[in-house]
Structure formats: structure tokens, C-alpha cells
């Protein structure tokens, strides 16, 4: 996998944290999986932070 790939993951949390998740990212207007991923790299050290890849698109295709 290149540094341009997404990986699919399985985590698990109860569910109220879900809700208040998916309430967060939406008040942020972000996806879940975005905004989940701003707070893990947040989270890590800045030196860390600096040699990450950029995320990403969805590759989802556009609504009309």
C-alpha cells in the first residue's frame, strides 16, 4: 500500500461516543473519518506530525 491509500479499520467504541462523534464532526462540517483522523494526528507528535502523507480525497463521486 502507497502513502496515498486509504485503509479500511475496525474500532471499536460504546455507543454514545459514536453519537457525540458523528455530533462533533458534523458541528465541524467534516466526515467522521476525517474529523477522527485530525484528532489522532493531533494527538501525535508534532516531528511525527510534519512527515505524515496528506489524506487522502474519499473518491466518492460528487452529488449533483
Known sequence: ???TE???KNITQPS???VAF???A???NMT???WIG???CANLPVKVQKKLSE???AHRPSRE
Open 16 to 18: 454514545d461516543w459514536w
Open 1 to 3: 500500500m502507497t502513502n
Open 38 to 40: 485530525d484528532c489522532c
Open 26 to 28: 458534523s458541528k465541524c
Open 55 to 57: 489524506r487522502p480525497p
Open 22 to 24: 458523528e455530533d462533533q
Open 32 to 34: 467522521l473519518s476525517a
Open 6 to 8: 486509504a485503509s479500511r
